[in-house]
């Protein structure tokens, strides 16, 4: 098993995702101060998926993990925006 | 060991195992993912009703939860590098703080969720019938995602707690952390899936 030494962050590399993790909560709380409209959900969805970009790269080490697992993250994400678009193309198609 | 030069998982039980466990990620990706779809759907056409119904939830309710989660995987994360370091004490402390801030982000959706169903936000209630259909379906969302989302909180708590009596024993180890390491993809995976809830339940209004 001692062969299969998993590469992973460093201590202060996981306190300074923490503090940016932080720094975008509070940026997205400060946002929906300004009434900015439908952009101020797009901000509040950016900022989010920022935040899941640090989690995924650094707590759940996606950044030193092999390119299969990159790839297969990648796919799932546009996967996930496909049956979005899908969804939303059903919508806005409709006749009621 | 033979060489894969696609560098695909499955080499040995420790690559089957992680194959596995993101595999599992994947699917509750899309468990959610489909949930958010649902959310982003029913909001299109009821945008008034779910920014009504969304002033009834508290933003700072939001705020501490979020916090509580964002520590909770930065103490998980320091917990598996500490037992991969041989770092027994770290790991026993930071993935005890983990098990606290879980316990305290369940109690604070118990409380939470204790005040929405006294304001008879609940379901097939009187005062959300009299609200209207777009406030059913937010609430509605409101609780399956939140709930299922706590339900997810408590089962890694219990492995948690397994884990950490796991590591006093000596069962877990700088040399067997595996276990360990792929049940920390699973707490990350919970506080992705909060980061998302956050702004659809909290701060889109």
Redesign the interface.
Known sequence: ??K???H????CT??W??VA??VL?AL??FI?RFELGPC??AA??L??GA??LI??A???NLKFE????KI??TL?IV??LF??FI??FD?MNRVY | MKTNIYNVPGQDEHDVSKFGMWLFIFAELLLFGALFIVYTAYRSRNPAAFKLAGNELELTVGIISTIILLISSTTMAISVTAIQKNNKNLSLLTLGITILFAIAFLLYKYFEWGTRINEGFLPDTNTLHELGPGTILFFGLYFVMTGLHALHILIGLIFIIYIFFRIIKNRINSENYHLFENFGLFWHLVVLIWIFLFPLFYLIR
């Open positions: 098993m001692s299969n030494k998993t992973s962050s460093g201590y996981y306190l995702a923490l993790l932080l909560t997205s709380v929906t101020n959900t509040s969805l900022i989010a935040e899941a989690v995924l650094y707590f759940m092999s390119r299969f697992y297969m993250t799932v996967i996930f049956m979005l969804t939303f919508y």
